[in-house]
């Protein structure tokens, strides 16, 4: 795992992510295309998992 993680950090380290991300952000649609990535995330099996977890948190309980 470790050599996934040097990766990431170099390509970050080099603004290869920076550029990316400012690439991407420039479109006309990105808003409706972040949008679309964001409700894949949310409707995702794991996602929806995580927030039924989260909810169970004691200090999420109502006393």
Do not use: C, H
Not at 11 to 19: D, L, S
Not at 42 to 60: C, D, F, I, V
């Amino acid at each position: 795992m470790a050599p996934v993680f040097t990766e990431l950090y170099d390509r970050v380290a080099a603004g290869k992510e920076t550029e990316i991300v400012l690439r991407v952000n420039s479109t006309p649609d990105y808003r409706e295309k972040l949008q679309a990535e964001l409700d894949v995330i949310k409707n995702s099996e794991m996602w929806q998992s995580g927030a039924t977890l989260r909810a169970l948190r004691p200090e999420r309980r109502k006393k």
